[in-house]
């Protein structure tokens, strides 16, 4: 599976961007997949995954209400939209897949078996 991160860019705090993760292949909809983000210095860090069968969307707590995971998985592609920015959340964002992950590791990075190249989201003050 090979994916493709789009749609970063610049936006003023409190302005929205919706992110997309474009993959290859015509097994999309048998992975889970979720968005991690990386600021300079920081760990990179999960922010909302989406499982592949039950469509159960999960989201880190600095998210929760702001940002939405979705997919469409006739088109192989997962989206963030991203409401409410915050300068804490510029960073690089990350879609990720893994075929099989319990629900207790969406959160985890050595969960994923394929990661996209990122794409950067800066948030201005």
């Known amino acids: 599976v090979q994916l493709q991160a789009s749609g970063g860019g610049l936006v003023q705090a409190g302005g929205s961007l919706r992110l997309s993760c474009a993959a290859s292949?015509?097994?999309?909809?048998?992975?889970?997949m979720s968005w991690f983000r990386q600021a300079p210095g920081k760990e990179r860090e999960f922010v909302a995954g989406?499982?592949?069968?039950?469509?159960?969307?999960y989201y880190a707590d600095s998210v929760k209400g702001r940002f939405t995971i979705s997919r469409d998985n006739a088109k192989n592609t997962v989206y963030l939209q991203m409401n409410s920015l915050k300068p804490e959340d510029a960073a690089v964002y990350y879609c990720?897949?893994?075929?099989?992950?319990?629900?207790?590791?969406?959160?985890?990075?050595?969960?994923?078996?394929?990661w996209g190249q990122g794409t950067q989201v800066t948030v201005s003050s």
């Open positions: 990720a897949a893994a075929a099989g992950v319990i629900t207790s590791r969406i959160q985890t990075r050595h969960s994923y078996d394929y």
């Open positions: 292949g015509r097994t999309f909809s048998s992975y889970s």
């Open positions: 989406i499982k592949r069968s039950s469509g159960s969307t």
